[in-house]
């Protein structure tokens, strides 16, 4: 079955950095986009950055970019996310996601586009 599992979340200061993982299993990198998503509590889920990691591309939420860095080692089955800078309004749960290749760029930050999601890790970020 699809399984998206994430870690690597905790508890770091403002401007510190932490590396979330997801590792996949149940499905091939080459079928999918693999997104990272947050939620803080009382708001939206947001799109915070894809990858179409046959191909290489990625893109990211206006919130991260410059900031965060979404990578993939195929082989592994496993995306990562590298957040640097990290500011208190990062806080939230992280959850990677998996999308149909065939979804338009302009979608991919979308919740809606993504049909398997992970359990979820918190990560904090104190002031």
């Known amino acids: 079955e699809v399984q998206l599992v994430e870690s690597g979340g905790g508890l770091v200061q403002a401007g510190g950095s932490l590396r979330l993982s997801c590792a996949a299993s149940?499905?091939?990198?080459?079928?999918?986009?693999i997104g990272w998503f947050r939620q803080a509590p009382g708001k939206e889920r947001e799109g915070v950055s894809c990858i179409r990691a046959t191909e290489g591309a990625t893109y990211y939420g206006h919130s991260v970019k410059g900031r965060f860095t979404i990578s993939s080692d195929n082989a592994k089955n496993t995306v990562y996310l590298q957040m640097n800078s990290l500011k208190p309004e990062d806080t939230a749960v992280y959850y990677c996601?998996?999308?149909?290749?065939?979804?338009?760029?302009?979608?991919?930050?979308?919740?809606?586009?993504?049909?398997?999601w992970g359990q979820g890790t918190q990560v904090t970020v104190s002031s």
């Open positions: 996601a998996a999308a149909p290749v065939y979804y338009p760029d302009v979608y991919l930050l979308e919740v809606s586009s993504y049909d398997y």
């Open positions: 149940g499905f091939s990198f080459g079928d999918y986009v």
